[in-house]
C-alpha cells in the first residue's frame, strides 16, 4: 500500500444495552450473594463483553483473564487494607506506619494493575503490554499531585496529563511501543477551563434560583419558616432541591465532555509504529448524552445503567479511527512473530489484578 495514501480503518462497537443488561444483572445478583467474591467473574464477562464487541478492520478484540488471578489480586489488595485497618485501632503509631506502608504499596499495585490488564487484552491474538516502573507510578501518582496543594488545583490538568503519557508511553502492542508526537497539556488545559466556565455558570445558576425560591421577594427568617404550612415549605424548598440535582448532573456531564475532549488530544498525537490514531468524538454531544441518560439511572435506581455504559463505549468507540500505510493484518502477524510464548506464558504465572 502506498505510504502517500495510508489506509484508514473506523472503530466499531456492536455492543446493546438489553444484551448487556442481562450480563450486568447476573453479575450484581451474584456478587451480592456471594458478598463480592463472583465480583472478579463478573469483571471478566463485563469485558469479554465489551472488548468482544469492540471491532477493528474485520476482527474483534479479546479480553482473556482469568477469574481466579483477578480474585486472588483482589484478596492480596483487601489484606493491605484490612492490616491497615486493624492496625489503626491497636495503635496509633502502628497506623501511621501502616498507612505508610499502603501509601508506598500503592505504585506497585498501579503498575502491576495495568500490566495485568493490558496483558489480557489480545487484538489477532497479539497480547498488549505495559513497561512502566514502579518508580514512573510514584512520580505521576505520588509525586505530582502535590503540585495540586500550592497552584490550588491549578496544576490538576498536567497532572492528568502526565498520568496519561505515562501509561501510553509504556504500552505496548506485541514488541511495538506506543509513544506521543506531542505534548498536549495546552489542549488538556482548554478542556479543563471551558469545563471550569461551565460548573460556575452552574452554580451561579443554583446560587440564582435558590435565592429567588427561598427568598420569595421577602424577608426569611427562622420564624417565618416555622409558621408556615408543610405543603408550602415543601413548595419552597422543591425548586432549590430539582436546581441541585440538575447541577450535579451538569457536574458529571461537563466533567464526561472535557474527559472526552482531553482523550480526543492524547490519542490524536499517538503513534504504534507508523500507525496513527484519531480520536475525534464530540464532548459536546457525549455532554448531552450523558445529561439525559443520568436522570434515567437515577430514575430507574440504576437500572438503566447497562444503557449507559453501553452508549458510552459506542461514542467513544466509533470516534476512534485508524490510518497505517499498510495493511493491519501485516503488522498484527509481525507483531505476532517477534513475541515469545514462552516468556508470555512464564509472566502470567505471577500475574494478578491487583485493582479494587
Keep these: 500500500m502506498n505510504n502517500n495514501n495510508p489506509a484508514?480503518?473506523?472503530?466499531?462497537?456492536?455492543?446493546?444495552?438489553?444484551?448487556?443488561?442481562?450480563?450486568?444483572i447476573v453479575n450484581l445478583l451474584l456478587s451480592i450473594l456471594t458478598l463480592g467474591i463472583y465480583s472478579a467473574w463478573a469483571k471478566v464477562r463485563r469485558l469479554k463483553y465489551f472488548y468482544g464487541n469492540t471491532e477493528l478492520a474485520g476482527s474483534r478484540f479479546d479480553y482473556t483473564a482469568k477469574p481466579m488471578q483477578i480474585l486472588i489480586g483482589r484478596l492480596i489488595a483487601f489484606a493491605f487494607f484490612f492490616v491497615y485497618a486493624i492496625s489503626s485501632n491497636v495503635s496509633p503509631v502502628l497506623s501511621v506506619v501502616a498507612a505508610v506502608l499502603l501509601l508506598l504499596?500503592?505504585?506497585?499495585?498501579i503498575v502491576r494493575s495495568i500490566r495485568f490488564n493490558l496483558r489480557q487484552t489480545r487484538y489477532r491474538n497479539v497480547a498488549f503490554d505495559f513497561h512502566g516502573s514502579v518508580w514512573?507510578?510514584?512520580?505521576?501518582?505520588?509525586l505530582l499531585p502535590l503540585l495540586l496543594i500550592p497552584t490550588?488545583?491549578?496544576?490538576?490538568?498536567?497532572?492528568?496529563?502526565q498520568q496519561y503519557?505515562?501509561?501510553?508511553?509504556?504500552?505496548?502492542?506485541g514488541k511495538q511501543r506506543f509513544?506521543?508526537?506531542?505534548?498536549?497539556?495546552?489542549?488538556?488545559?482548554?478542556?479543563?477551563?471551558?469545563?471550569?466556565?461551565?460548573?460556575?455558570a452552574l452554580v451561579v445558576l443554583f446560587g440564582l434560583t435558590v435565592g429567588v425560591a427561598m427568598l420569595g421577594g421577602t424577608a426569611l427568617d427562622m420564624s417565618t419558616l416555622a409558621k408556615q404550612?408543610?405543603?408550602?415549605?415543601?413548595?419552597?424548598?422543591?425548586?432549590?432541591?430539582?436546581?441541585?440535582?440538575?447541577?450535579?448532573?451538569?457536574?458529571?456531564?461537563?466533567?464526561?465532555a472535557v474527559s472526552v475532549a482531553q482523550a480526543n488530544h492524547g490519542w490524536s498525537n499517538t503513534v504504534l509504529d507508523d500507525v496513527r490514531f484519531t480520536s475525534s468524538?464530540?464532548?459536546?454531544?457525549?455532554?448531552?448524552?450523558?445529561?439525559?441518560?443520568?436522570?434515567?439511572?437515577?430514575?430507574?435506581?440504576?437500572?438503566?445503567?447497562?444503557?449507559?455504559?453501553?452508549?458510552?463505549?459506542?461514542?467513544?468507540?466509533?470516534?476512534?479511527?485508524?490510518?497505517a500505510p499498510h495493511d493491519l493484518s501485516q503488522f498484527a502477524a509481525a507483531q505476532q512473530q517477534s513475541g515469545s510464548a514462552i516468556g508470555a506464558e512464564a509472566s502470567d504465572l505471577f500475574d494478578v489484578d491487583l485493582a479494587l
Design 8 to 24: 484508514r480503518w473506523a472503530l466499531q462497537f456492536h455492543g446493546r444495552g438489553g444484551e448487556y443488561f442481562r450480563i450486568w
Design 105 to 109: 504499596a500503592l505504585p506497585w499495585m
Design 136 to 142: 514512573g507510578a510514584v512520580k505521576n501518582y505520588l
Design 152 to 161: 490550588l488545583g491549578l496544576a490538576l490538568p498536567f497532572v492528568q496529563h
Design 165 to 173: 503519557r505515562f501509561v501510553l508511553d509504556h504500552a505496548s502492542f
Design 179 to 200: 509513544s506521543g508526537t506531542a505534548s498536549a497539556v495546552g489542549a488538556y488545559y482548554r478542556a479543563a477551563l471551558a469545563g471550569l466556565g461551565l460548573m460556575i
Design 229 to 256: 404550612a408543610p405543603a408550602e415549605m415543601a413548595a419552597r424548598f422543591a425548586l432549590p432541591a430539582l436546581a441541585y440535582i440538575i447541577m450535579l448532573i451538569g457536574f458529571n456531564s461537563v466533567g464526561a
Design 281 to 323: 468524538v464530540n464532548p459536546w454531544a457525549y455532554g448531552r448524552m450523558m445529561a439525559w441518560r443520568l436522570p434515567l439511572v437515577v430514575v430507574t435506581l440504576g437500572l438503566a445503567l447497562p444503557w449507559l455504559k453501553v452508549a458510552q463505549a459506542r461514542m467513544r468507540t466509533e470516534g476512534m479511527q485508524i490510518e
